[in-house]
């Protein structure tokens, strides 16, 4: 599967962004989804992952309660809408692919978005 991130940008802080993962390659739907990123000098994070079917959905603590991912199976992407966002927000973003049979194996990785959250 190919993944593809959009949505990144500059924000003020408290601003919102919606991240987007286009995929492509084979079936959407049999493969959990994440999100993930890395700040300059840091290492790389998890942010929030959803199940095949939507049905299931974690999040770190860091971003909980400010931070939604969803999915949509028909259009082969999976989003993440980033509300309230913090200048420690900042980093380039990741979305993953782990095959529904092996949770949490993140196999497949997009090639990143840059969020920029000014203070």
């Known amino acids: 599967v190919q993944l593809v991130e959009s949505g990144g940008g500059l924000v003020q802080a408290g601003g919102s962004l919606r991240l987007s993962c286009a995929a492509s390659?084979?079936?959407?739907?049999?493969?959990?989804m994440g999100w993930f990123r890395q700040a300059l000098g840091k290492e790389r994070e998890f942010v929030a992952s959803?199940?095949?079917?939507?049905?299931?959905?974690y999040y770190a603590d860091s971003v909980k309660g400010r931070f939604t991912i969803s999915r949509d199976n028909a259009k082969n992407t999976v989003y993440l809408q980033m509300n309230s966002l913090k200048p420690e927000d900042t980093a380039i973003y990741y979305c993953?692919?782990?095959?529904?049979?092996?949770?949490?194996?993140?196999?497949?990785w997009g090639q990143g978005t840059l969020v920029t959250v000014s203070s």
């Open positions: 959803i199940g095949w079917s939507g049905g299931f959905t």
């Open positions: 993953a692919a782990s095959p529904a049979a092996t949770p949490m194996v993140y196999g497949y």
């Open positions: 390659g084979r079936s959407f739907s049999v493969y959990d």
